[in-house]
């Protein structure tokens, strides 16, 4: 009898121990080994990105020269004046322009360079002597009765970031009377060589400018590519007809004269990479139609897209590479199709022969015929005049990289960017576009890496993430500072970093090893497992409860 009571005693201290262990230790231990890892995310700092303000600040610096002061309002210059405006795009994004102005009166060196024969060579002799940094906006006022500027022109942009204002004479009274005097034409120049509320709107909500809703207000929004760390540019040539026409073109040399100028400005923007090719039996995939009118052969308006998929199929350059490609094709018309020549909507000939794809690149037909003499001998052999060729792809390339020609007001003159393909100015509009369009991809990317990582619990999130999504939020941080600050060049390079690292972290691999292992299939896979062990402990459990129930009654009834 005593031996009987000691062995249920053991066995009932040896399944309480039994299930002690399982409870304490397994099941927590358990848990903890298959449970996913997720490593802490600052959801609280990227929530409040979407309450973003952004403060852009422009350093404007005005020079009056000999003449358009008086004595008495030279007096109480230098000075700084402050103005700003503030606006919203779709209600949510406030933003804040600011333009610090500072006035001061010319040197006597700067007075020296106003007094060239042209405004070309004032705006060189300017540069030599102070180059301007990155974003700010230096207008030299003159005087009415100079004449460097030629006449009926109120206004004089270079190249650089230096400006030229026509003013008026010394003005009797205050200086405040003749900076209000001056504010209009000042703010046009500002603008024309910074930024527009529509530049960074368009920026902001995809380059798509608000208020255009027709097919061609949204194509010259979208033509330009969205930014990115790289390009890629192919120049390829298209010889349908191999054996009438015998193709040489300089391609080597015309990118070294015409494009490598505009590439090695943009640097600070992106790296670039051109290559070349010359694809043979490469047709069209449209029949141009025939125009006796003008003895040769049309492509209309709305046959051009049709164009690109034949070609694009042979080019072979997209899969090769995870930048965007800019295309820029090179097509001489076969014999029996030539000459050919592109309409616009309106049924005018287009005078460079060329048309351009929003976020693809540009085609432009040469026509050959000229070539052929009076007694062709085929194949003929023809070199291909560059120079007119690399103009309309240059000016094709401006525009897919967002470098949008600038309609000058009235009485403005605006001197050409030259070999270099882009002004210091034109640079500045293009890093200010940039630098929004950056700071709103990035902000968009964490915010719905957040939403997403916060829905779906069972999604691994390792450390190397959480660095990225802490940098990009910290680059952030850092683009908007430098913006309020006014260091353009500091703020997009922060903001590059900030879409680089939102980028990394969202196309991520790891993020979709345990996807579709949710908390239900865990279960399922591991009951089938714990199950048999479970059930002896469970009734060992039960049995042990009812013999304390069934002592503890006998008890009550005893006493």
């Given at each position: 009898m005593a031996a009987t009571i000691v062995e249920k005693w053991r066995g009932r201290n040896a399944a309480l121990a039994i299930a002690a262990v399982v409870i304490i230790i397994g099941i927590p231990l358990w848990w903890k080994t298959t449970e996913t890892y997720r490593a802490g995310l600052p959801y609280s700092e990227i929530s409040q990105l979407e309450n973003l303000q952004l403060q852009l600040?422009?350093?404007?610096?005005?020079?009056?020269?000999?003449?358009?002061?008086?004595?008495?309002?030279?007096?109480?210059?230098?000075?700084?004046?402050?103005?700003?405006?503030?606006?919203?795009?779709?209600?949510?994004?406030?933003?804040?322009?600011?333009?610090e102005t500072k006035y001061r009166t010319a040197t006597v060196m700067e007075e020296d360079a106003l007094t060239m024969p042209t405004p070309e060579e004032a705006d060189l002799s300017l540069f030599r002597l102070s180059e301007s940094p990155c974003g700010s906006v230096v207008v030299y006022v003159i005087p009415e009765s100079s004449t460097l500027l030629p006449e009926g022109a109120s206004a004089y942009v270079g190249k650089r970031r230096t400006a030229v204002l026509r003013g008026g004479r010394g003005r009797p009274g205050g200086l405040a009377a003749v900076l209000e005097a001056l504010g209009p034409a000042l703010e046009q120049v500002v603008q024309t060589m910074s930024f527009t509320h529509q530049d960074i709107t368009a920026a902001l909500t995809d380059r798509v400018p608000l208020g255009?809703?027709?097919?061609?207000?949204?194509?010259?929004?979208?033509?330009?590519?969205?930014?990115?760390?790289?390009?890629?540019?192919?120049f390829s040539l298209l010889n349908p007809d191999p054996k009438s026409h015998d193709l040489h073109w300089d391609i080597e040399g015309a990118v070294k004269g015409y494009i490598q100028p505009l590439l090695d400005k943009l640097t600070p923007i992106a790296n670039f990479s051109v290559d070349s090719q010359i694809?043979?039996?490469?047709?069209?995939?449209?029949?141009?139609?025939?125009?006796?009118?003008?003895?040769?052969?049309?492509?209309?308006?709305d046959s051009l897209p049709h164009v690109i998929n034949p070609v694009e199929a042979r080019l072979g350059s997209n899969a090769a590479s995870s930048f965007p490609v800019l295309n820029f094709l090179l097509y001489v018309p076969d014999a029996p199709h030539s000459p050919l020549y592109i309409r616009d909507h309106s049924g005018k000939t287009v005078p460079t022969n060329a048309f351009h794809s929003p976020r693809w690149g540009g085609i432009m037909v040469f026509n050959v015929q000229e070539h052929y003499g009076e007694e062709p001998r085929f194949p003929v052999h023809i070199n291909i005049d560059m120079v007119r060729v690399m103009g309309v792809f240059l000016a094709q390339l401006r525009l897919l990289l967002g470098i949008q020609q600038v309609q000058a007001p009235p009485g403005f003159l605006l001197q050409s960017p030259g070999n270099e393909g882009v002004t210091d100015w034109e640079l500045d509009r293009l890093l200010w576009a940039r630098t929004a369009e950056n700071i709103a991809t990035a902000t968009t990317t964490l915010t719905s890496l957040a939403q997403l990582l916060d829905e779906i619990g069972n999604i691994v999130i390792n450390d190397n993430i959480a660095e990225q999504v802490y940098s990009a939020v910290v680059s952030l941080q850092l683009a908007v500072a430098e913006l309020e600050a006014g260091n353009l060049a500091f703020a997009f390079q922060a903001s590059k970093e900030a879409i680089l690292s939102s980028e990394r972290a969202f196309f991520d691999p790891s993020l979709l090893h345990l996807l579709y292992f949710p908390d239900d299939q865990k279960f399922a896979i591991y009951i089938p497992l714990f199950l048999p062990m479970s059930v002896p402990i469970l009734l060992s459990l039960l049995k042990i409860a009812g013999e304390y129930r069934k002592r503890r009654s006998e008890r009550v009834k005893t006493d």
């Open positions: 600040t422009v350093a404007v610096e005005v020079v009056f020269s000999r003449g358009t002061l008086t004595p008495e309002q030279q007096k109480k210059v230098p000075l700084t004046d402050t103005h700003e405006k503030e606006h919203s795009v779709d209600g949510k994004t406030n933003l804040k322009y600011r333009y255009k809703t027709n097919r061609e207000g949204r194509a010259d929004g979208m033509r330009a590519f969205k930014s990115s760390p790289g390009y890629e540019i192919t694809l043979y039996y490469a047709i069209l995939g449209v029949s141009p139609r025939h125009d006796a009118s003008i003895d040769g052969y049309t492509l209309s308006a």
